[in-house]
């Protein structure tokens, strides 16, 4: 997501490793005074900035700062250094970066039909198979192990998720289950992400009903909260997903308005137990980590609130009166996050938020 004039918080944990527990985080919400950010070094010119992605331990992170909306190229930060330029990442669009540094992506090929999912791995682009019966292939996120999940268009026409095995030869396209996804019957999937244990969640159908895959292609609806009559996914992070509700509109007046007993929310669902459970006040669903924090916008104000244990904690901004904010990723240990703090005047800063 690009803003120009931003302020961009960026987490990098310190804890080595990516658990992915099958329970809800213990430990108790921050407190104000622990949660804290500190900056990191954008080029001079800089006053905008495009997050492409974040490994899972939130050492390497890879933006492409911006002057007034103009690109300055493709950086990677490590461990809060200097930023360093990435020379092959030019004209794609990032979609993640694994603890090994291989980045997953998408590029418009010149001469070719629509567009191509790729790899970066030691400064080469390598571009990823596309199945015999697909026109056009793009990367939604990589694992550790390298398997990458993604989005491809039929020839036929419609979209399905897609999921390129690290080593594996071909590709393998992610049909959607038995659940009627849409009153016109459509079959398309789509990938928003991938787990280390290989499970691809997404949506399928005209209205984005949420989706779970395991590594063999098998398909499970993701379950509805009660009240609700769908729900689409946004994020995956370790055993855990991110999405939003929707409820059945009510007839008021005349007219179809959304039903005030079942405003739209956040929802996190458990990938192992298939438990799901509405995160209060949360209007904007944004990230979730592998402990199952979430990240997303609180009800009233639309400030960036990470919910531990249900419990939203606003964050505390970097800068006075920010305009709304976007958090785009949360690291393993639930206490730090990458976000988009935009500003009209006060340019562009990268920092850390620790302890949050």
């Given at each position: ?20 527990p ?9 407190s ?16 905008g900035l ?23 190229g ?31 992506g ?5 001469g ?45 026409g ?13 590709p ?15 079959r ?17 159908g ?18 509805v ?50 438990a ?50 976007v ?6 240990d ?6 988009t ?16």
């Amino acid at each position: 997501m690009r803003f120009a004039g931003a302020v961009l918080v960026v987490a990098l944990a310190t804890v080595s490793g990516c658990s992915t527990p099958a329970a809800a985080p213990a430990a108790a919400p921050p407190s104000a005074s622990a949660c804290a950010s500190s900056p990191l070094p954008l080029p001079p010119d800089a006053n905008g900035l495009d997050i492409r992605g974040v490994d899972p331990a939130g050492r390497l992170v890879v933006a492409v700062p911006n002057h007034n909306g103009a690109e300055l190229g493709a950086m990677l930060w490590t461990d809060g250094g200097q930023p360093q330029p990435l020379p092959a990442i030019k004209d794609i669009s990032v979609a993640g970066v694994n603890a090994s540094g291989v980045v997953a992506g998408t590029r418009h090929v010149p001469g070719v039909p629509g567009e191509r999912a790729v790899l970066i791995r030691d400064g080469k682009v390598v571009p990823l198979p596309v199945p015999d019966s697909a026109t056009s292939t793009s990367a939604a996120g990589i694992n550790t192990r390298g398997d990458v999940a993604g989005t491809v268009t039929l020839k036929a026409g419609g979209e399905r998720a897609v999921l390129w095995r690290a080593g594996a030869a071909t590709p393998l396209l992610l049909a959607a289950g038995t659940r009627d996804t849409s009153a016109a019957g459509t079959r398309d999937t789509s990938a928003v992400g991938i787990n280390d244990d290989g499970v691809v969640v997404g949506n399928a159908g005209q209205n984005r009903h949420g989706y779970r895959w395991t590594p063999d292609g098998t398909a499970t609806a993701l379950a509805v909260p009660d009240g609700y009559l769908r729900v689409a996914a946004v994020a995956v992070g370790g055993d855990w997903a991110l999405g939003v509700s929707a409820a059945e509109p009510v007839e008021r007046d005349g007219k179809l308005v959304d039903d005030p007993a079942h405003p739209s929310r956040g929802v996190r669902w458990n990938l192992r137990s298939g438990a799901v459970e509405i995160l209060d006040k949360m209007v904007g669903p944004m990230a979730i980590g592998a402990s199952g924090v979430a990240a997303g916008a609180i009800d009233g104000t639309g400030r960036p609130a990470v919910w531990h244990d249900g419990a939203a904690f606003v964050l505390p901004m970097p800068m006075p009166d920010p305009a709304p904010s976007v958090i785009d990723w949360v690291g393993p240990d639930g206490r730090t996050m990458i976000g988009t703090v935009r500003h009209d005047d006060l340019g562009a800063q990268l920092a850390v938020w620790r302890g949050c």
